[in-house]
């Protein structure tokens, strides 16, 4: 057979490897092969022969150097071990997390109202009627409000214990709001709604009433830095309990035990992202949020740095790969 005709012959068979395997990029090349349906170690051993034929029959080194190439990526591609775990690790919460985030863009943006709505309609509220505050909290607890956010202390939001104490204290604290958020969208989401509003209201009302009384400028250098993990983080907890909910409400054409599975599935990644957002929000908490002496510009600067980084992640996280995004 003439080389013209033999190229003619399996010209887009190779060009569709040598764009699978461009397209491949880091993932598994398993997944990928799902993904496009490409029966690739079919076609890697046709090409594997193909290179014999050209080599045999004396063909130009155009061909022969282009399908060496083919098979020498397929083969790397073909037998490479899997990914180590960290990598695996890397990928969900670079990639894989923000993507999930995206997708379930609707639920999120629920959750979102559900938890800003009361936290700002309350702050509005205490602002013009104080006596609010006291509809909320009990005095004991303002009382303890006061003295965390008293503007003389050295370590604001906290009246006691140390860093390494209170760092352990805040991942316990969040990762548990974060929990019963999620969990509680079995109740047929109303659970979850329940949490994200109660906690919106508190939000509220604590900033709320330290703004009435002057101490509005500790609580804000406070909270302004790692509320940027830690709100994002109960809002994505929250989504994913909607989410559950919505599925045990409507199922669609899946039996509602399978759609809950699915629907288990996805919320229990969004909930893995979430707590690690949250032992992120506990470090800066508990590390840099504390510190008083820091002056404004630090510390609002490094607030407006973390929230641009949250949102530049989760908006751009996994952008480019395919995803279906």
């Not at 990762?175 to 994200?196: C, D, E, K, Q, S």
């Not at 109960?234 to 039996?255: E, F, K, S």
């Not at 973390?306 to 996280?317: E, K, N, R, T, Y």
Request: hydrophobic content about 50%.
């Amino acid at each position: 057979m003439k080389q013209e005709r033999f190229v003619a012959l399996h010209d887009a068979g190779w060009s569709e490897v040598e764009g699978w395997m461009r397209g491949s990029g880091r993932k598994a090349w398993s997944s990928a092969l799902a993904e496009r349906g490409l029966d690739f170690p079919s076609q890697y051993r046709r090409i594997c022969q193909h290179l014999a034929m050209a080599r045999a029959r004396g063909y130009s080194h155009e061909v022969t150097d282009r399908l060496q190439r083919i098979v020498d990526q397929g083969h790397r591609l073909l037998y490479r071990p899997p990914a180590p775990r960290w990598h695996r690790v890397g990928e969900f919460i670079v990639a894989g997390f923000p993507r999930l985030v995206r997708r379930e863009w609707k639920a999120m943006a629920i959750a979102a109202a559900l938890l800003y709505v009361p936290t700002i309609a309350c702050l509005v509220m205490i602002h013009f009627r104080p006596d609010v505050a006291s509809m909320i909290f009990s005095g004991q607890a303002l009382d303890r409000f006061e003295q965390m956010y008293n503007p003389a202390r050295d370590k604001i939001g906290r009246t006691s214990g140390t860093d390494v104490a209170m760092f352990g204290f805040y991942v316990l604290n969040n990762v548990g709001i974060a929990f019963r958020t999620f969990a509680a969208g079995l109740f047929f989401g109303i659970g979850a709604i329940y949490v994200l509003v109660t906690n919106g209201i508190m939000f509220g009302g604590i900033a709320g009433h330290l703004d009435a009384i002057g101490y509005g400028g500790p609580f804000w250098r406070f909270v302004a830095a790692h509320s940027s993990f830690e709100l994002t983080a109960i809002v994505i907890a929250g989504g994913a309990g909607l989410r559950l909910g919505y599925t045990l409400l409507a199922p669609g054409r899946m039996r509602r035990g399978d759609a809950l599975r699915e629907a288990g599935g996805v919320g229990a990644q969004l909930v893995l992202g979430a707590f690690l957002m949250l032992v992120i929000a506990a470090f800066i908490e508990a590390f840099w949020s504390s510190v008083a002496a820091f002056p404004d510009v630090v510390k609002f600067g490094s607030a407006a740095l973390l929230w641009l980084l949250v949102i530049v992640w989760l908006m751009f996280g996994g952008r480019g790969r395919r995803s279906g995004d």
